[in-house]
Structure formats: structure tokens, C-alpha cells
């Protein structure tokens, strides 16, 4: 299809013309989740600039330099059925973060202002949201990287057990979207994403304030990317039975599940922080206490030595003395016999 035929099916795509119905469904949600400051708002942008086709703007606000500033969960609708959510960026992987990442994720929690709460701060604004659910919506997951920044071997292991979590939880295998595409190692991010087992993966180079201009590539990137995820959630409705009601149970039970065993976890990580902090404690403490042994002993000895070398000293002077005093006794005796045998020459004579 050309640009203009996909974007037509876009713009015209209703779980309503699904085989088998809708099933309960009323739109797709596209949630995209990913680092701060990886140009996820950049890409809601771009989605929107060439669905619309129409001026540029800042609709998602996004920053023009890195950084990210996301705070909050946003909304954009695309087209009648299809909405893009801005979720907050992750700043650092832990148990917390992605705890509230997959609550988002999970279409558990509502729009608006997003903190990083700890241990079950988060259960309870779960549960206290539980009313507001919104069941009519097909969630599908997208993992937004920049190519700017390399994946180290740690944070590819930790990001890939997000992505399968992510899936487990969604029941929907993640897109990648690689943005800022000819501004770092493409190749090597996309090798590093496959070897996450992430099969679709879409690169881009969003389009900003400052280069806006369109190209027939940019719009056929895009318009692919969410034509795949209209295949995508086609297939998926015609293939299994679909309970949205019951899904989102399942979701909620799945991050309950997850920040139960992460508060579990960091309590574990407490103990034996604290374990290890006693052992370095009495570590310490033994170890000053062999040291101030040491120096008492090293005290001792230099007493014992200055003693030692004190009546060195004392002998030897004295020797010194008795020496003197024996050679001026031998200089006397020798000046005696001296003026004695003079004497007697005298008398000789």
C-alpha cells in the first residue's frame, strides 16, 4: 500500500470490522514505556504530524534536547479507535518503577501525575482505581529506545526481563521503536533487541520543531509501524477469545502478584543489607580492636627499647667514667715512678 491507502486503513481501522466482533473492545490503546528522555513525546509528535498531515506542533510537549520530562500519563487520540498514552519514563529499573510502569501498562491506574511509590503505596492506589478501570480498551505494548544511548550487557538482561514481563502481562509481545535512528550504533541496537527476542522492531527519526520537513520515507515509517499494530490486534481478536473484563483481573492480579514479590524481594535486600552491615560492624570493631592491641604492644616495646637504650647509655657512661678515672689513676702512677726514678738518678749520680 502507498502512503496515502495506509493511512486511509489507519484512519478508518474499527474493532467493529473484526471477523469475530469487537469482543468488548472499543479501541486500541498503544502504551509506549521506555527510558526518560528517549523521545517518546517526540514520537506522539510524529505520529500525529503525519497522520494528520497537517502543521507541525509540540502537541506531546516534548523536549527538543535530551533529558526527558514526563511526568504525568497522557492520552492522544489518533484516530476514533486508536489512542497513544505518553507513560512517565522509567529513571532507573527497580522493582518500584517498573512496578508502577506495569500498573500503567496494565491500564490499572488513571490518567494524570505519576509518582514512584514504595512497597504497597502502589496496591493501594491500585485498588482505590479499581472503579475506574476502563475495560473497553486492547492494550498494546511499545518499547521506545534511543539509538544514542548503548545497552550495556546488565541493563539488557534487566531490560529484556521488562519486555517478557511486559508480555506476560499484556499477552501481547512488545514493539520496539529505536528513535533518533542515524545518531548512533542502529545495527548494534537492533542486534542487542533481538537477542532479547524481540521480533518487530521499527526505527525512526522523529520529526521535531526544527526538522519538520516531510519525507516520503519518515511517513511510510510510521504509518507501517501502526498498521502493524492494527494487523497485529486484528489477529490477535480473531485467533483467541478475548474477556476484557476479565483480562484486566488478570492484569491487576499480575502487578499485585509482581509488587508483592518485589516488596518481598527488597525486604530480603534490606535483611541482608543489614546483615552484612552488623558483619562489617563487628569487623570494624575487631579490627580496632586488634589495631589499638597494636598499638599498645608497639607502645610497650618502644618504652622497653628507650629503657633498654636508657641503661645502654648508663652503662656506657659509666664505663666512660671508670675508663677516665682509671687512665688519670695510670697518668698519676706513671708520673709518680717517673719523678721516683729521677730521684734515685740523682742519688746515682
Known amino acids: 500500500?502507498?502512503?496515502?491507502?495506509?493511512?486511509?486503513?489507519?484512519?478508518?481501522?474499527?474493532?467493529?470490522?473484526?471477523?469475530?466482533?469487537?469482543?468488548?473492545?472499543?479501541?486500541?490503546?498503544?502504551?509506549?514505556?521506555?527510558?526518560?528522555?528517549?523521545?517518546?513525546?517526540?514520537?506522539?509528535?510524529?505520529?500525529?504530524?503525519?497522520?494528520?498531515?497537517?502543521?507541525?506542533?509540540?502537541?506531546?510537549?516534548a523536549k527538543e534536547e535530551d533529558g526527558g520530562s514526563t511526568m504525568t500519563r497522557i492520552p492522544y487520540k489518533l484516530t476514533r479507535n486508536?489512542?497513544?498514552?505518553?507513560?512517565?519514563?522509567?529513571?532507573?529499573?527497580?522493582?518500584?518503577?517498573?512496578?508502577?510502569?506495569?500498573?500503567?501498562?496494565?491500564?490499572?491506574?488513571?490518567?494524570?501525575?505519576?509518582?514512584?511509590?514504595?512497597?504497597?503505596?502502589?496496591?493501594?492506589?491500585?485498588?482505590?482505581?479499581?472503579?475506574?478501570?476502563?475495560?473497553?480498551?486492547?492494550?498494546?505494548?511499545v518499547f521506545v529506545h534511543s539509538v544514542k544511548t548503548?545497552?550495556?550487557?546488565?541493563?539488557?538482561?534487566?531490560?529484556?526481563?521488562?519486555?517478557?514481563?511486559?508480555?506476560?502481562?499484556?499477552?501481547?509481545?512488545?514493539?520496539?521503536?529505536l528513535t533518533h535512528k542515524t545518531s548512533g550504533k542502529l545495527t548494534d541496537t537492533e542486534n542487542a533487541f533481538r537477542d532479547m527476542g524481540m521480533e518487530r522492531i521499527f526505527s525512526f527519526e522523529n520529526y521535531?520543531?526544527?526538522?519538520?520537513?516531510?519525507?516520503?520515507?519518515?511517513?511510510?515509517?510510521?504509518?507501517?509501524?501502526?498498521?502493524?499494530?492494527i494487523k497485529d490486534v486484528q489477529f490477535r481478536i480473531e485467533h483467541r477469545p478475548q474477556d476484557p473484563v476479565k483480562e484486566i483481573m488478570e492484569r491487576k492480579s499480575f502487578v499485585m502478584r509482581y509488587i508483592h514479590e518485589c516488596a518481598k524481594k527488597a525486604q530480603q535486600e534490606e535483611i541482608e543489607k543489614q546483615k552484612f552491615m552488623e558483619q562489617a560492624r563487628l569487623q570494624r570493631q575487631k579490627r580496632e580492636q586488634e589495631e589499638k592491641i597494636n598499638r599498645q604492644s608497639e607502645r610497650e616495646r618502644q618504652d622497653r627499647d628507650m629503657e633498654m637504650k636508657w641503661k645502654q647509655e648508663e652503662l656506657e657512661r659509666g664505663r666512660q667514667t671508670q675508663l677516665v678515672r682509671q687512665n688519670e689513676e695510670l697518668q698519676a702512677e706513671l708520673e709518680r715512678l717517673r719523678k721516683k726514678s729521677k730521684k734515685k738518678w740523682r742519688i746515682f749520680r
Open 1 to 61: 500500500m502507498d502512503i496515502e491507502e495506509l493511512r486511509s486503513c489507519i484512519n478508518s481501522f474499527s474493532l467493529d470490522k473484526c471477523k469475530k466482533g469487537n469482543q468488548g473492545f472499543n479501541r486500541i490503546l498503544i502504551q509506549l514505556f521506555g527510558f526518560l528522555g528517549h523521545g517518546k513525546s517526540a514520537f506522539i509528535n510524529t505520529c500525529i504530524y503525519v497522520l494528520e498531515d497537517g502543521e507541525y506542533q509540540n502537541w506531546a510537549k
Open 82 to 141: 486508536i489512542t497513544l498514552v505518553d507513560n512517565r519514563g522509567l529513571g532507573k529499573m527497580d522493582g518500584y518503577e517498573t512496578g508502577e510502569i506495569f500498573a500503567q501498562l496494565g491500564n490499572l491506574l488513571p490518567l494524570g501525575k505519576v509518582d514512584w511509590p514504595k512497597g504497597f503505596e502502589l496496591v493501594d492506589r491500585i485498588t482505590r482505581a479499581e472503579k475506574s478501570m476502563t475495560t473497553s480498551d486492547f492494550i498494546f505494548p
Open 150 to 177: 548503548s545497552i550495556t550487557s546488565e541493563e539488557q538482561e534487566n531490560i529484556k526481563k521488562v519486555l517478557l514481563k511486559s508480555r506476560d502481562l499484556t499477552g501481547v509481545y512488545p514493539i520496539v521503536v
Open 208 to 229: 521535531t520543531k526544527e526538522d519538520h520537513m516531510k519525507t516520503r520515507g519518515r511517513h511510510e515509517e510510521v504509518l507501517k509501524f501502526l498498521h502493524e499494530v
